[in-house]
């Protein structure tokens, strides 16, 4: 049973480009929502968080769109680089859920130059 | 202000050992989670640890077991390992209450 759904498995895009990773969910405990970047050989670091009060945060070239109705959430990256190329996991969490986060499968995405 | 450390990175080991994995946390935090992220998939919870006790728990069978120390630092014990082990180990430690998880680097198990 996978609490949270992630798509694409994989995104190619040019430099430049707008790379778009799109999440779902089904439990409406959830009530935080973090984009974690994982490079090979690395741990997942958090990149950008949103809660559901608001619909969209942006952190430098990094925005997360949230529509609470229809429990979906995803991620921009505006103006790509080759450096973003990374694995990219989408997760929830919830105050009843001791905060622990569920992972999406992740996006491997690469950026060409 | 240090993060989280894992150790070994690497190991391998044969079907049927055991195999014990540690983590230090990060300064500040209390709570230490461990998670098994195999090739091409997102982290699995494992089990989480606050107060050197055991305080929640994902699908996996009893021979995944953990120990959480005074200074917060954790240790993953799996036993009669299985082909299927194979993973790579994450440990993520935070402080109890809130959302902010700190992940190490991982130890890369291998089992042949």
């Known amino acids: 049973q996978q609490q949270v759904k992630q798509s694409p498995q994989s995104l190619i895009v040019q430099k430049g480009g707008i790379p778009i990773i799109n999440c779902a969910y089904e439990n409406t405990a959830f009530d935080y929502f973090p984009w974690y970047q994982q490079f090979p050989g690395k741990g997942p670091a958090l990149l950008i968080a949103i809660r559901p009060d608001v619909s969209e945060k942006k952190e430098g070239r990094f925005t997360i769109s949230f529509n609470k109705s229809a429990k979906q959430f995803s991620l921009h990256i505006m103006d790509s680089q080759p450096g973003d190329s990374a694995t990219y996991f989408c997760?929830?969490?919830?105050?009843?859920?001791?905060?622990?986060?569920?992972f999406g499968r992740g996006t491997s995405l690469i950026v060409h130059p | 202000e240090t993060g989280v450390t894992q150790s070994p990175t690497h190991l391998i080991k044969t079907r049927g050992q055991q195999v014990t994995l540690r983590c230090s946390s990060q300064?500040?935090?209390?709570?230490v989670s461990w998670y098994q992220q195999a090739l091409g998939q997102g982290p699995q919870f494992i089990f989480q640890?606050?107060?050197?006790?055991?305080?929640g728990r994902g699908n996996f069978p009893p021979r995944f077991s953990g120990l959480q120390f005074p200074n917060y630092s954790s240790e993953l014990n799996v036993n009669a390992l299985e082909l299927d082990d194979s993973a790579l180990y994450l440990c993520a430690s935070s402080f109890a209450g809130t959302y902010g998880y700190t992940f190490g680097s991982g130890t890369r198990l291998t089992v042949v």
């Open positions: 997760a929830a969490s919830s105050p009843g859920g001791s905060y622990i986060p569920t």
């Open positions: 640890y606050y107060r050197e006790e055991e305080n």
């Open positions: 300064s500040g935090h209390n709570t």
